[in-house]
């Protein structure tokens, strides 16, 4: 079994008297997309930092490729650091610097040379329609500009493990489509992807795994599919000739009208072996539509008329 990227164990961070995430674990393995989830004031910025050596945890151990992360020139001689890439909710960018000597320098801090870095800047800049700003200060750039220049700054050096607090926030919807285009680009090249959003969409079409975080504590933990079920049986609309189906272990009638039976899955039960048994059945089914609980719908359950969560 390959290592884990990510190890969080029995993690505790304690800010005097306050406890601000208790017993938290986690593993995110090689390649996959984890969602990391929670309303504001949950525990999820904490933990980011703790795993990044940022902070010194309480109790519990936060490992990276199976050691202790150090940033920078803590490090100790001869240590081979995973190449990482983070974007922090607090955006870090020189803002009376032109756009393009801003990846520049950033590239030449990721040891990039200064021609491989302006190529891959300028390149990255066309495809995400700001190459006409190149050498226009970032302070001139609006808040969503910024945000792009801020991204490229963060995939610039092909990192191994990526860490995104909110990539798309206060995106419309053309240009969320692209910075996720962006990030699906970087999972498929190899990288593990750790992302914080709010965006229930985004979650559903990159993640692999989800842990949901509510006042330090982890409340679901899983697939997104675990999650569901865990929250909610899945359910189906059967359009068929019969006017009631056949009893059976793996599924109960909720309701029908005679030409469409809506009936509720059972654990053990998958959509696909219940339509297989309909047809072994004699059932004439001219349409089956699974659904499962949605994301959104669970969130509100745990989260109540806490903020921070946009359908």
């Known amino acids: 079994?390959?290592?884990?990227?990510v190890e969080v164990d029995r993690f505790r961070m304690d800010f005097g008297a306050t406890t601000v995430v208790r017993d938290l674990s986690f593993r995110i393995e090689p390649g996959e997309t984890f969602g990391f989830l929670g309303s504001n004031g949950s525990g999820k910025t904490t933990t980011i930092r703790a795993l990044l050596?940022?902070?010194?945890?309480?109790?519990?151990?936060?490992?990276?490729?199976?050691?202790?992360f150090r940033p920078g020139a803590s490090a100790k001689a001869g240590e081979k650091q995973v190449v990482l890439g983070y974007l922090p909710e607090e955006r870090g960018l020189y803002k009376k610097e032109p756009v393009v000597d801003t990846m520049v320098y950033f590239g030449r801090l990721k040891g990039m040379t200064p021609r491989a870095a302006a190529a891959w800047s300028m390149a990255y800049l066309e495809r995400v329609g700001l190459a006409g700003k190149a050498r226009q200060r970032l302070d001139k750039c609006s808040g969503g500009e910024q945000q792009k220049?801020?991204?490229?700054?963060?995939?610039?050096?092909?990192?191994?493990?990526?860490?995104?607090?909110?990539?798309?926030?206060?995106?419309?919807p053309v240009n969320r489509r692209l910075l996720l285009d962006i990030i699906d680009e970087q999972k498929r090249a190899g990288a593990t992807v750790m992302m914080v959003t709010h965006h229930m969409e985004e979650v559903e079409r990159l993640c692999d795994r989800i842990l949901l975080?509510?006042?330090?504590?982890?409340?679901?933990?899983?697939?997104?599919?675990?999650?569901?079920?865990?929250?909610?049986?899945?359910?189906?609309?059967?359009?068929?000739?019969?006017?009631?189906?056949?009893?059976?272990?793996?599924y109960r009638v909720l309701a029908?009208?005679?030409?469409?039976?809506?009936i509720e899955l059972a654990d053990t039960a998958g959509p696909a072996a219940v339509l297989a048994e309909l047809v072994r059945a004699g059932v004439g089914v001219a349409a089956f539509s699974?659904?499962?609980?949605s994301l959104d719908s669970i969130f509100v359950e745990i989260y109540g008329e806490q903020a921070g969560y946009v359908k």
């Open 1 to 5: 079994m390959s290592q884990s990227v």
């Open 53 to 68: 050596g940022i902070y010194a945890p309480t109790a519990g151990k936060l490992l990276v490729n199976g050691r202790t």
């Open 149 to 172: 220049v801020q991204l490229g700054v963060t995939v610039m050096n092909n990192p191994e493990l990526l860490i995104l607090d909110e990539p798309t926030k206060g995106f419309d």
């Open 213 to 250: 975080l509510k006042d330090g504590v982890a409340r679901a933990y899983g697939s997104v599919a675990e999650v569901q079920r865990q929250f909610g049986a899945t359910t189906v609309k059967v359009a068929c000739n019969a006017a009631e189906l056949p009893a059976s272990p793996n």
């Open 256 to 262: 029908g009208d005679g030409q469409v039976v809506e």
């Open 290 to 293: 699974p659904s499962r609980r």
